[in-house]
């Protein structure tokens, strides 16, 4: 209760970095627009989603490899399971287009 009562009268304070992130996600997202109009006509829409995601993983990687790392035998099984059930859905997408439809 006395807690309480001592930050009735504070604000709470948000360090800078919270800011500066926030904006940096809005100009990451804004120019990312910016840019695939930019060069719409002279790179395949495949290979710009191809590197969008090559460079997403690099930000990131450095961030999260810590966490990664320890709990990678947690994500494992379920990235397997996605794996499969992926190609399995591919399967019969395929053999349903052979088929003419069910």
Do not use: Q
């Amino acid at each position: 209760m006395s807690e309480a009562n001592s930050m009735a009268g504070k604000t709470p304070t948000v360090p800078m970095i919270a800011y500066m992130l926030l904006i940096a996600c809005a100009l990451m997202w804004g120019s990312n627009h910016v840019v695939a109009r930019g060069v719409n006509a002279s790179v395949p829409l495949a290979a710009l989603s191809f590197w969008r995601w090559v460079v997403a993983l690099l930000l990131l990687l450095p961030v999260c490899m810590g966490k990664l790392r320890r709990d990678w035998p947690l994500i494992l099984p379920g990235l397997e399971a996605d794996i499969l059930d992926r190609h399995h859905r591919h399967l019969f997408v395929y053999h349903r287009h052979l088929s003419g439809g069910l």
